[in-house]
């Protein structure tokens, strides 16, 4: 059966705690371990306690992880950006690359927000995209 492949961009913002290294550590590892067996591919970016990620894969196990991540203690204001079907991945090389924003991205940043700083909650969703291609060729 021909595998329906979907992209799905979403923001949020990360419920601040001591722990901010390890809990994305924690993400990390389990959404390599997940990904991969799912098939799903993505990037993760993080900056300023906001998140942006992109989800790419068959359009079930996209579906069915967006509604767990909804439900994330650990994040909230999850915000989705874009979802469309498509021919092909962008990160198909990721099982989940998570980037961390600093200053050495400021003149991305500064590229693709309209105000100057990395808030994916006030984006619009060509320039979430554009910005995770951006750093994936960075
Ligand atoms: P388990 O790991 O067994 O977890 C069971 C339940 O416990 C879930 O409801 C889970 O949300 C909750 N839970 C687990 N650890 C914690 C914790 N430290 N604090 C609070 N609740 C917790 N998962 C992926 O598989 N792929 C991704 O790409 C991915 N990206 C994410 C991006 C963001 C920004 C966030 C916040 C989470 C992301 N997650 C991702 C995690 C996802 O939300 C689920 O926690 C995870 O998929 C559950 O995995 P599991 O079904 O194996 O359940």
Redesign the pocket.
């Known amino acids: 059966m021909l595998m329906i492949l979907v992209r799905l961009v979403y923001a949020?913002h990360?419920k601040q705690n001591d722990y901010t290294t390890t809990?994305l550590a924690?993400?990390l590892e389990?959404?390599t371990?997940?990904?991969g067996a799912?098939d799903?591919s993505?990037a993760?970016l993080?900056g300023d306690d906001y998140?942006l990620?992109c989800?790419e894969g068959g359009r079930e196990a996209v579906n069915k992880?967006f509604l767990?991540?909804c439900?994330?203690?650990?994040?909230e204001n999850v915000l989705l950006l874009r979802y469309e079907e498509v021919s092909e991945r962008k990160f198909e090389d990721w099982s989940?690359k998570l980037v961390m924003l600093t200053e050495k991205n400021n003149s991305l940043i500064k590229r693709f927000s309209t105000s100057g700083k990395f808030n994916p909650l006030r984006m619009s969703s060509q320039s979430a995209l554009d910005l995770m291609v951006a750093i994936r060729d960075h």
Do not use: T, V, Y
């Not at 439900?71 to 994040?75: I, S």
């Open positions: 949020s990360f809990e924690r993400i389990k959404a371990a997940n990904n799912s799903l993505g993760l993080f998140f990620q989800l992880l767990k991540i439900q994330d203690p650990r994040h989940m």
